[in-house]
């Protein structure tokens, strides 16, 4: 069982001011509370590593306004789960939207991905990455706006003072060249 009074100390509003030993052992429980369940969603060290600290923070910055102490862990632990969540959403909209590869829509197959796949989709996000690089700039920037910012249409036309269709046009016209390009290699 988690040390939930090491846990709580993440609530203390002095959290900042406790020496460095003790801050490593709160992030520690937490880090043993929460990694092993991200990891089983994103299936990647790196990511999961940054989704816990993400996680911490907010739990460090948010805290909830009324807890219960027999529930934090739950809540520590959903917390952690719905960062995960939403780091797949955004490459689920990332990846797909870009290119169609039944690879990139069925996350299921990551799990049981073998060494050559691995390798092979390490290759096809490179050249991906390639492909976006070779775009024109404004074409780069819509991209950039729609799948890693999360702008909807409309706030990309009122940002770059254009059209809805303009944007439409852009994001069509940006993924044909990335997929023509990628199809071509």
Sequence with gaps: MHNVSKLLLIFDPSFGKLETSVQKEVFSAFNELVYRLVFSYVKNH?????????AFLKAFTSPPHHLDKNKIC????TLAKN?????????KRMIPSIIDNDMFHNQHCLLYETLEQSIER???????????????????LILYLYCFENLSYR???????????SVRQSLYRARKTIKDDMNGK
Excluded: Y
């Excluded at 390490?122 to 780069?140: D, V, Y």
């Excluded at 706030?155 to 254009?162: R, V």
């Design 46 to 54: 790196h990511s999961a590593q940054d989704i816990v600290q993400e």
């Design 74 to 77: 739950s809540w520590l632990r």
């Design 83 to 91: 960062g995960a969540i939403n780091h797949l959403r955004k490459q």
């Design 122 to 140: 390490e290759a096809m996000f490179t050249e991906l990455i390639s492909c976006i690089a070779q775009l024109p700039q404004r074409l780069k």
């Design 155 to 165: 706030h990309i036309s009122e940002k770059l003072s254009i059209s809805e269709g």
